[in-house]
């Protein structure tokens, strides 16, 4: 990068801002050092962008160096910033990092918005703990911050995993005093709920339900179905509905190859072991990390039954 001088703050924190929207990572933190050199001090602006490249990258150690170091210099960090910062450890499953930024933020009296509540609200929702994720809720309410779609779904997803279903019916309740309408993740957190609850017949029910109605469900939502029907070991209908899935047009993904044929092993139904095998193959997906080890069971397996046609080893690209 060629050296230009830059007389004032604003005019860096233009530059590594346009330069981390542009992922250009490694030339923003040169700028951000330049600083120095130029007799300059940072401000918040400045490591608010910073913060946010480096989240963006997933560098949640790097970019709680650069966050921790701001504070250091006597800078408190704004709502932006401690919200962007939740929402790292969220992705790097630091629950508890993340509940340990807000309580700081409160202890700070730095403003609380919708925006840092939904971050808190993924966060938490990674950790299968529903009445942490209930409580945060209630908790936002309490600070005078109305709820968006955004703000609910992340509960419903929250109290899905869990298959919390009377609870995730009173909120939805709430939800539509509120005037929200829900949406496709609304829906799929309600057919993930069910499934988990075991009421696989209601989430069975409930997408056919919305499939009548013509509400535009995606991959996830057939995936959050499928997720419940494997649990049950109701193979049949789980193969009806992934038949039904791609008769629809939709394009099964990873998840939805992952969780029939893991359940197709544990059922030791070699047939349908290779029918997904051989499906996998034929839609030329690249497997993911969980579905990496899938294959290799379902390799493990099938090289004791003499039936298959092909080498499943082919399954496993490089």
């Given at each position: 990068?060629?050296?230009?001088?830059?007389?004032?703050?604003?005019?860096?924190?233009?530059?590594?801002?346009?330069?981390?929207?542009?992922?250009?990572?490694?030339?923003?933190?040169?700028?951000?050092?330049?600083?120095?050199?130029?007799?300059?001090?940072?401000?918040?602006?400045?490591?608010?962008?910073?913060?946010?490249?480096?989240?963006?990258?997933?560098?949640?150690?790097?970019?709680?160096?650069?966050?921790?170091?701001?504070?250091?210099?006597?800078?408190?960090?704004?709502?932006?910033?401690?919200?962007?910062?939740?929402?790292?450890?969220?992705?790097?499953?630091?629950?508890?990092?993340?509940?340990?930024?807000?309580?700081?933020?409160?202890?700070?009296n730095v403003r609380l918005d919708t925006r840092v509540f939904n971050?808190?609200?993924?966060?938490?929702?990674?950790?299968?703990?529903?009445?942490?994720?209930?409580?945060?809720?209630?908790?936002?309410?309490?600070?005078?911050?109305?709820?968006?779609?955004?703000?609910?779904?992340?509960?419903?997803?929250?109290?899905?995993?869990?298959?919390?279903?009377?609870?995730?019916?009173?909120?939805?309740?709430?939800?539509?005093?509120?005037?929200?309408?829900?949406?496709?993740?609304?829906?799929?957190?309600?057919?993930?709920?069910?499934?988990?609850?075991?009421?696989?017949?209601?989430?069975?029910?409930?997408?056919?339900?919305?499939?009548?109605?013509?509400?535009?469900?995606?991959?996830?939502?057939?995936?959050?179905?499928?997720?419940?029907?494997?649990?049950?070991?109701?193979?049949?209908?789980?193969?009806?509905?992934?038949?039904?899935?791609?008769?629809?047009?939709?394009?099964?993904?990873?998840?939805?190859?992952?969780?029939?044929?893991?359940?197709?092993?544990?059922?030791?139904?070699?047939?349908?072991?290779?029918?997904?095998?051989?499906?996998?193959?034929?839609?030329?997906?690249?497997?993911?990390?969980?579905?990496?080890?899938?294959?290799?069971?379902?390799?493990?397996?099938?090289?004791?039954?003499?039936?298959?046609?092909?080498?499943?080893?082919?399954?496993?690209?490089?």
């Amino acid at each position: 990068m060629r050296r230009y001088r830059i007389s004032n703050v604003s005019s860096y924190n233009i530059m590594i801002k346009n330069l981390v929207k542009d992922s250009e990572l490694t030339k923003s933190l040169k700028v951000f050092h330049m600083f120095e050199a130029d007799q300059l001090s940072p401000d918040v602006g400045t490591y608010h962008y910073i913060v946010s490249g480096l989240c963006k990258a997933n560098k949640t150690k790097m970019a709680a160096m650069y966050f921790e170091g701001m504070k250091k210099l006597g800078l408190l960090p704004d709502t932006m910033t401690y919200s962007t910062m939740i929402d790292c450890y969220g992705r790097a499953g630091k629950v508890n990092r993340a509940l340990q930024l807000f309580e700081e933020m409160k202890r700070k009296n730095v403003r609380l918005d919708t925006r840092v509540f939904n971050s808190l609200l993924r966060a938490v929702g990674t950790s299968y703990k529903p009445s942490l994720v209930y409580n945060i809720f209630r908790e936002m309410q309490y600070f005078g911050q109305v709820p968006d779609i955004w703000s609910y779904n992340l509960l419903f997803y929250g109290l899905a995993r869990r298959g919390r279903r009377k609870r995730l019916r009173k909120v939805y309740r709430e939800m539509k005093r509120d005037g929200l309408k829900p949406d496709i993740y609304t829906y799929t957190a309600i057919i993930l709920c069910l499934g988990n609850a075991g009421r696989t017949k209601s989430a069975y029910n409930f997408m056919q339900g919305l499939l009548r109605k013509g509400v535009e469900v995606n991959v996830k939502t057939w995936n959050a179905l499928l997720r419940g029907l494997t649990k049950e070991d109701v193979i049949e209908v789980a193969f009806s509905v992934y038949n039904d899935m791609k008769a629809r047009g939709f394009k099964p993904d990873n998840t939805t190859y992952s969780l029939l044929l893991e359940n197709s092993i544990a059922l030791r139904d070699a047939k349908k072991v290779y029918r997904i095998q051989r499906d996998f193959k034929d839609s030329r997906l690249e497997p993911d990390a969980p579905m990496q080890k899938i294959l290799q069971r379902s390799i493990r397996y099938m090289s004791k039954d003499r039936r298959t046609p092909f080498d499943p080893q082919v399954l496993l690209k490089s």
